[in-house]
């Protein structure tokens, strides 16, 4: 719980989706974007750019190591870059928050500089698993040590020159993936990294966009130490992640009728789309174009009657952070959705299966957890008092439920909305979600 107190959101039952809107910019862009950018030569303006706590974090990160960065102001950020080997010594531990992204990205980005750093979060970023970066950038050797649970805070210390490896990633993630190719960018010789399945690939694109050869063959992704990037201008797209929140809610919402601009829809991140589809969505896809490297659109959805569906594997990692979202339409589609081969889901901001779990039956919905997955029975949901847990996104998901419920859902902790969505409950209840927000002071 935050030291500002209980935000509560309460929404009333009810109501639809109407209209046009573009939800803030991509997190894992906005991130990848500050990184490369400063360690760019030259000047890269970055538009788009999500004013969220987790992006945010980064930006000041990279400000406290020396790096001139202006903004954001209204999506536009612009940094000078100081070349691959001129980030500053911080005088600070570097804050990350909430961001798992920026912890996972940074020690990779870090280890090779000659710098002494360490990276700290919040309680939840804390107890998530370090080890499954800490372990191969060990191997190319960097000096990381951490807590006894291999958790945060990570202290990094100068390692000399690093050498490349060759990892067979145990679990399929983007954040280790990205981790080791940017410890890469430092290493001696190859770096490569073998993906158990695809997941999002915006660190290959957007070191592409800097001028950076990476090299794909299959499910292998290699990069050479030693290159430089230059600098270059990134339009960043609408998040399909908050875009999700919005796509589930016109589907369960009867008479809704909502486009959503400009939305990223890069095929390791369509998973949303696929599935929800399976469930009898009525979502289309307009206006694919292509922006700075990632395919873009805008995303129509109308309102239809949908049905549980046991969801396929291969669409697991390419919705990871929609899960929250996908709950709340199979709770309010016929019949039973199941959901397995998404253990990761556990250890998230919150471990995300117990919780939308436990949240579920708060409303009234038929939820069991399984070690991996969720298996859930569509049908009433009744409303009542949800806990997030400090998770945006289970905050974000419950807020949709209320347009299917009978009575009021009060959801608490939703404070961190904020590190990915600053601006949702203006931008939802513009759109028809009958949704308002108070404080409950200290807990
Ligand atoms: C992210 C990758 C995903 C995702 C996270 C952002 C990224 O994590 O859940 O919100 O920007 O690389 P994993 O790659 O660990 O699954």
Do not use: W
């Not at 980005?109 to 370090?130: C, E, F, H, K, Y």
């Not at 050498?163 to 190719?181: F, N």
């Not at 807020?399 to 203006?426: H, R, Y």
């Amino acid at each position: 719980m935050s030291s500002v107190g209980n935000l509560v959101f309460h929404l009333r039952p009810g109501g639809r989706l109407i209209g046009k809107l573009r939800v803030p910019g991509d997190k894992s862009i906005s991130h990848r974007s500050i990184m490369l950018g400063s360690l760019a030569e030259g000047t890269t303006r970055i538009s788009g750019f999500l004013e969220g706590d987790d992006s945010l974090a980064t930006l000041k990160a990279f400000q406290q190591m020396g790096v001139e960065i202006e903004g954001p102001d209204q999506g536009e950020v612009v940094i000078q870059g100081v070349g691959m080997s001129g980030l500053k010594q911080p005088e600070a531990v570097l804050d990350l928050g909430n961001s798992g992204t920026s912890m996972r990205l940074l020690s990779g980005l870090l280890a090779g500089q000659g710098l002494n750093i360490t990276l700290a979060g919040d309680v939840s970023l804390s107890s998530r698993p370090m080890s499954r970066v800490t372990d191969p950038l060990s191997k190319m050797g960097a000096e990381i040590t951490m807590g006894e649970n291999g958790t945060a805070p990570l202290a990094i210390s100068d390692a000399g020159s690093l050498k490349g490896i060759d990892y067979q990633m145990p679990i399929a993630s983007a954040q280790v993936k990205s981790c080791l190719l940017l410890a890469g960018l430092y290493a001696d010789g190859e770096t490569c990294v073998v993906e158990p399945a695809p997941t999002r690939d915006h660190t290959e694109r957007i070191l592409a966009g800097f001028g950076y050869p990476v090299r794909r063959t299959g499910s292998k992704i290699c990069i050479t130490g030693g290159g430089r990037l230059t600098a270059c201008d990134i339009d960043v797209p609408a998040d399909i992640s908050s875009s999700a929140f919005f796509l589930v809610g016109a589907a369960v919402a009867d008479g809704s009728d909502l486009t959503l601009e400009h939305v990223g829809i890069n095929s390791t991140r369509d998973g949303v789309i696929n599935i929800l589809r399976l469930m009898g969505a009525n979502i289309e896809v307009m206006n694919r174009r292509d922006v700075g490297g990632e395919p873009v659109a805008d995303l129509q959805v109308r309102s239809a009657t949908l049905k549980g569906i046991r969801i396929p594997e291969d669409q697991v990692h390419l919705a990871i952070d929609e899960f929250p979202a996908i709950f709340i339409a199979a709770a309010c589609a016929e019949g039973e959705t199941v959901l397995t081969g998404a253990e990761e889901l556990r250890v998230k901001e919150s471990d995300r299966i117990q919780v939308m779990a436990d949240g579920l039956s708060a409303i009234g919905v038929d939820a069991t957890a399984t070690q991996d997955g969720i298996i859930i029975q569509g049908g009433i949901i009744k409303g009542g008092r949800v806990d997030s847990h400090g998770d945006h996104r289970i905050a974000m998901a419950f807020s949709m439920a209320a347009l299917k419920s009978e009575n009021e859902i009060v959801i608490d902790d939703c404070a961190n909305v904020n590190t990915s969505f600053p601006g949702f409950v203006a931008l939802a209840a513009g759109a028809g979600l009958m949704i308002n927000e108070n404080r409950e002071g200290e807990r």
